[in-house]
């Protein structure tokens, strides 16, 4: 899957979304509270920590959300019931990713580090298992939100800051 954010005349983002099978998308973020497009760290943040089930790994697989158009390709004639399975299937996962998430855009924002500390703390909120997530997968997640942030300030309105989704 190939998406490219761009920001808008308001301050806030847009993913284009090439989901791979036909399908163009578009994603509008709701607002702008941050340094970085939420959604933008919501896709650097779950490569990283391998959340495959969060928010991209679920548009990938075919959920629709109330921020998202379509602008290209067909859709599948079942698309309503294919988004809602997608998304009962990852209920579990759109949640904690949301709240890792949270501690990432929290890091980038104060330009902090989100060690796996923080993230071992967020993941702990909702679970009792042990956090998944690995030092390098927190190194990796901040290094990419640090070089995003940097990216999306000299942003340019016509330009996009392009990523590859491979799961």
């Not at 109330?66 to 290209?72: D, L």
Request: proline share 4%.
């Amino acid at each position: 899957m190939h998406v490219e954010f761009s920001k808008r005349p308001d301050g806030g983002s847009l993913a284009l979304i090439d989901r791979g099978d036909g399908v163009t998308l578009r994603l509008r973020s709701y607002e702008r509270t941050g340094d970085v497009p939420h959604d933008a760290v919501h896709f650097l943040g779950e490569r990283a920590l391998g959340i495959t089930e969060g928010l991209w790994g679920s548009i990938r697989a075919g959920a629709l959300f109330e921020s998202i158009e379509v602008v290209g390709g067909r859709l599948r004639h079942d698309r309503r019931q294919r988004s809602d399975a997608v998304r009962k299937v990852n209920a579990r996962w759109l949640g904690l990713a949301e709240t890792v998430v949270g501690v990432l855009q929290q890091s980038v924002d104060r330009d902090g580090g989100a060690t796996r500390k923080a993230l071992d703390a967020a993941w702990g909120i909702t679970q009792s298992t042990p956090s998944p997530f690995t030092t390098a997968q927190a190194t990796t997640a901040v290094e990419d939100l640090r070089a995003l942030r940097d990216r999306w300030r000299r942003l340019g309105p016509e330009e996009t800051i392009p990523y590859t989704w491979r799961r």
